[in-house]
C-alpha cells in the first residue's frame, strides 16, 4: 500500500459498501432479487477500487500485517453502517437477526466461509476480457443463496441486527482466505 492514510479510508469504505449491500437484499426480502442487487454493493467495491479483505486476501503486493488491518477497517466499517442503518430502518432488523442466527456452528461457519472465498475470488479477479460485471453478479448471487459466509457481510449484517456471536467473523474470514487461495491454487492463476 502506497498511501496508508487512503488505504484505510478505501478499506472502511469497502466495508460500507458491503453493508449497503446487505440492508438492499434485507429490504428486497433477499431470494434472487436480493442477491442480485447485494452485488451492487461488491461492484461499487471493485469499480472504486475500494480494499475490500476478501477480493484482496491472495494478492501479494500486499503483506499479512496489511491484511489484518484492512480486514478490521473493513469490519467496522461494515458494523457501523449496519449499527448506524438499523436505528432508521428497524423493519429489518428482525431479518437481520435471522441472518446471523444461521451462523452458530463454528465448522459449519468455517465451511461457508471456504466456500464463499471461492466465490468472491471468483468475482473479484479480472477476467482476461470483458467486462467484469457478471464475474460479481454471479459470485455474489452464488455466495448469497447458497448462505455462505463472507466475513464483512456478516459484520454489516451483525450491525444490522444489534449483535452477534463476534467469533464468527474472523472465522469466516479464515475460510473466506483459505477458499480464495484453494480456488486461486486449483485454477493455477
Known amino acids: 500500500m502506497k498511501d496508508m492514510k487512503t488505504s484505510l479510508k478505501k478499506s472502511a469504505a469497502a466495508g460500507v459498501l458491503i453493508c449497503m449491500g446487505c440492508i438492499v437484499n434485507l429490504k428486497a426480502g433477499g431470494g434472487i432479487a436480493g442477491a442480485v442487487l447485494f452485488s451492487a454493493g461488491l461492484w461499487f467495491v471493485v469499480n472504486f477500487d475500494a480494499e475490500l479483505f476478501t477480493g484482496r486476501v491472495t494478492r ?75 464475474f460479481v453478479i454471479y459470485g455474489v448471487v452464488l455466495f448469497i443463496l447458497s448462505g455462505y459466509g463472507h466475513s464483512i457481510a456478516l459484520a454489516g449484517y451483525a450491525g444490522l441486527a444489534q449483535g452477534i456471536a463476534w467469533w464468527v467473523i474472523p472465522l469466516a474470514a479464515v475460510g473466506n482466505g483459505t477458499g480464495s487461495y484453494l480456488i486461486k491454487w486449483l485454477l493455477n492463476r
Open 60 to 134: 501479494g503486493d500486499y503483506d499479512w500485517l496489511q491484511k489484518m488491518i484492512m480486514l478490521a477497517l473493513n469490519v467496522v466499517g461494515a458494523g457501523i453502517c449496519g449499527v448506524l442503518a438499523s436505528f432508521f430502518l428497524p423493519e429489518i432488523r428482525d431479518t437481520a437477526e435471522t441472518v446471523v442466527r444461521a451462523y452458530a456452528d463454528p465448522v459449519k461457519v468455517l465451511w461457508q466461509g471456504v466456500m464463499c472465498g471461492i466465490c468472491m475470488y471468483l468475482a473479484t479477479t479480472p477476467p482476461k476480457e470483458g467486462s467484469r460485471l457478471p
